[in-house]
Structure formats: C-alpha cells, structure tokens
C-alpha cells in the first residue's frame, strides 16, 4: 500500500521526466536541423562550382570551404547524436571538430593571400592575424588532443575512459 510520501515523491519525478523527454526532443531536432544545414550547404557549393564562370582556383577554394563547412556540420550532429546516446560529453569530437575548423580558417586566409591578387596594407596585416590565430587555434587544440590521449592511458596500458566527461 502507497503512502502519502510515495505519491509525493512519484509526483515529483513526473516533471523531472517531462523535462527529459523535452531536452530529448530538442537535441534530436537540433541534429536534424544540423544534417538540413549540412545539405543545403552542400548542394549549394556544387551548384556554385558547377555554375561558377570566374577563375578556377578562386572556385575550387570555395568549394573546399563549402565542403569543410559540410565537414564540421556533420561532425557536429554525429556528436551530438552520440552525446543523447551514451549520456556521456564526448570531449575529442570537439576537439578534432575545432581543429578542422582552425584548419578550414588557415586554409581561407591563405587563399585569400595568394590568389585573391594585391590587398590594401590594412586588408594584408587583418588576413596575416587571422592566419596567426587560426595557427595558434590549431596548434593548442592539437596540443589538447594530444594531453586526452596520454590521460587515456594509465601505467598498466589500459584506458581510463578520460575520452569523455560522464554526463
């Protein structure tokens, strides 16, 4: 026979479980909404490509970044699915996902330097601190990933699970 404590404590899960089922339905339609982005960016750069009447290497850097935009979008929506299924804050997703992004920045500002032809003095030392910082990004987070990787490994050279923060 339930008492009056069990019916209150029943009754105060029903929210909490409300809650979670709410925060579910949101992360599956922020996966959605992502894989949606990461499809019309994509079509959207071949029909750009394919179109494009202007200098070849100009368009095939564009392409690029648009295909590394799909990259990273896509990466992010397989991260976030993996987060609602394991409960767990995967942290080297993000950590590669922000190092591609660094990587995609560098990739711009060198184009924008090389084949973007001669740059007013301002519009030269902007794209040469964007290329420093978009090195500086990738090297701390390359430095992140490698420090993950060695608290992976504990003395008897099994793993700790330090892949992700339980969540």
Do not use: C
Not at 38 to 50: C, E, K, M, P, S
Not at 61 to 71: E, H, N, R, S, T
Not at 101 to 108: E, K, M, N, P, Q
Not at 127 to 144: C, E, F, K, Q, R
Request: no cysteine.
């Amino acid at each position: 026979m339930e008492t009056l404590t069990d019916e209150v404590v029943g009754a105060a899960k029903l929210p909490e479980k409300a809650l979670r089922w709410i925060i579910i339905i949101v992360e599956y339609a922020i996966i959605l909404s992502l894989v949606l982005v990461a499809g019309v960016v994509l079509v959207h750069t071949v029909i750009d490509f394919v179109r494009s009447r202007g200098a070849f290497s100009l368009t095939v850097v564009a392409a690029i970044d648009g295909i590394l935009v799909v990259i990273i979008v896509v990466d992010l929506a397989h991260t976030v699915f993996a987060r609602l299924r394991t409960s767990a804050f995967p942290v080297r997703p993000f950590l590669e996902i922000g190092i591609l992004a660094g990587v995609r920045d560098i990739l711009s500002a060198s184009a924008h330097l090389t084949l973007g032809g001669p740059l007013p003095q301002q519009d030269f030392n902007n794209t040469l601190i964007s290329l420093g910082v978009g090195v500086g990004v990738v090297v701390m987070l390359l430095l992140g990933l490698y420090i993950l990787k060695l608290s992976r490994w504990s003395k008897d050279g099994s793993t700790n699970g330090a892949n992700h923060i339980d969540g």
